[in-house]
Every structure is written in C-alpha cells, then in structure tokens.
C-alpha cells in the first residue's frame, strides 16, 4: 500500500515539474512593445484573439503574453448576464404555475 502511494505522489511530482517546466520556457521571450499591448487590449474589447498581435506569421510567440490572454472578455460576460435573466424569467413564472396550481 506504501509503495502504491509513493508511486502516486512521484508521479504527480513529475507531472507538476514538468508543467511548471514548460511553463517557464515563455519566460525567455522579451516583453510586448506599447503598440502589442494595445493592439491585445482593443482586440480584448472586440472579442477576438489578444494574442494575435504576438505572434508571427506561423503562429509562434514572439513576445510574452499580455494578462489578458485566456480570459473571457466583456461580449462574454454580456452573454453570461443575459442567458441569467432569461433563466430567471423562466424559472419564476413556471415555479409560480407550479404553486398556484
């Protein structure tokens, strides 16, 4: 039993080192300049991709990436917002329906 959880906790280790490994390899690229900065926060606000303008014509980076990467933007949280009411308008009449009848 000790040797199954020793095993387990080693190659957990492993799969940790080697994402935080690969994670590091990013570090080595330089920082945007001001105009990749903007360019990522308008394509933020437009709900395209942030990353597009670090990156070169094959796909690669060619700087690192800016904090707005990876998350969701305001088109995103609109849609969110909505889809909630919409539920919530159709939750309450229909729990209301279900009491009074």
């Known amino acids: 039993m000790k040797r199954i959880i020793l095993t387990i906790a080693l190659m957990a280790t492993a ?6 490994a690969r994670a590091d390899t990013s570090t080595n690229l330089p920082a945007p300049t001001l105009e990749q900065r903007v360019a990522g926060l308008e394509a933020y606000i437009a709900n395209s991709d942030p990353s597009a303008s670090l990156k070169d014509t094959n796909g690669n980076m060619i700087c690192q990436p800016t904090p707005v990467m990876n998350t969701a933007g305001p088109g995103h949280n609109t849609w969110m917002m909505t889809s909630t009411a919409l539920v919530l308008f159709m939750t309450l009449p229909g729990l209301a ?5």
């Open 15 to 20: 799969a940790f080192g080697a994402i935080s």
């Open 97 to 101: 329906l279900f009491y009074g009848g």
